[in-house]
T-cell receptor, first 112, second 114 residues
Framework: DTGVSQDPRHKITKRGQNVTFRCDPI?????LYWYRQTLGQGPEFLTY????????KSRLLSDRFSAERPKGSFSTLEIQRTEQGDSAMYLC??????????FGSGTRLTVV | DQQVKQNSPSLSVQEGRISILNCDYT??????FLWYKKYPAEGPTFLIS?????DKNEDGRFTVFLNKSAKHLSLHIVPSQPGDYAVYFC?????????????FGTGTRLTIIP
């Protein structure tokens, strides 16, 4: 068990391009969360899965964002037609019980 | 609408002394509170938590106090050590199924002075 793994660690993309991030949770954890952190702010909730079911989505998750967790294992977060305001750290976390989050190291996205 | 507020963006404390980090919240539905520590280029790491049925929880050098009537909580670190240099986030949630998401404050950067 190596913790929550996120790939890539850094991504620089041109405005208008699509990007996809991957999160591999701790293997026995059935809950998986995506958060976004911008400079000077705390992490903000984006979405949450229990197994393969996406149970909650924040209003921050516009129609350009989509998240999946096929077969209840790894998860992907895709951003289409990226904008400069999408530049942020995208954090994934997993847990077996409520609140017992383990966060990954995040993917830093820079949109130029 | 900042439901969890950390009004001090930074705090400097001498090594060996007590560090007190403060957090205020506005949502009376919050029932569970957590503190996380974050180093640069890493994800937040859980430190300590408290539920609303308690007013104090202690774990080693870390103690969290909750004043529910004032909607205020604080994290005490005694004694402060150089490795405590990090950004500390307060987070809050409701209790039970359907309330798994956390609402974070903006963080307080703690600097330890040798």
């Amino acid at each position: 068990d190596t913790g929550v793994s996120q790939d890539p660690r850094h991504k620089i993309t041109k405005r208008g391009q699509n990007v996809t991030f991957r999160c591999d949770p701790i293997s026995e954890h059935n809950r998986l969360y995506w958060y976004r952190q911008t400079l000077g702010q705390g992490p903000e909730f984006l979405t949450y899965f229990q197994n393969e079911a996406q149970l909650e989505k924040s209003r921050l998750l516009s129609d350009r964002f989509s998240a999946e967790r096929p077969k209840g294992s790894f998860s992907t977060l895709e951003i289409q037609r990226t904008e400069q305001g999408d530049s942020a750290m995208y954090l994934c976390a997993s847990s077996l019980e409520i609140y017992g989050y383990t966060f990954g190291s995040g993917t830093r996205l820079t949109v130029v | 609408d900042q439901q969890v507020k950390q009004n001090s963006p930074s705090l400097s404390v001498q090594e060996g002394r007590i560090s007190i980090l403060n957090c205020d919240y506005t949502n009376s539905m919050f029932d569970y509170f957590l503190w996380y520590k974050k180093y640069p280029a890493e994800g937040p790491t859980f430190l300590i938590s408290i539920s609303s049925i308690k007013d104090k929880n202690e774990d080693g050098r870390f103690t969290v106090f909750l004043n529910k009537s004032a909607k205020h909580l604080s994290l005490h670190i005694v004694p402060s050590q150089p490795g405590d240099y990090a950004v500390y986030f307060c987070a809050a949630s409701g209790i039970g199924f359907g309330n798994e998401k956390l609402t974070f404050g903006t963080g307080t950067r703690l600097t330890i002075i040798p």
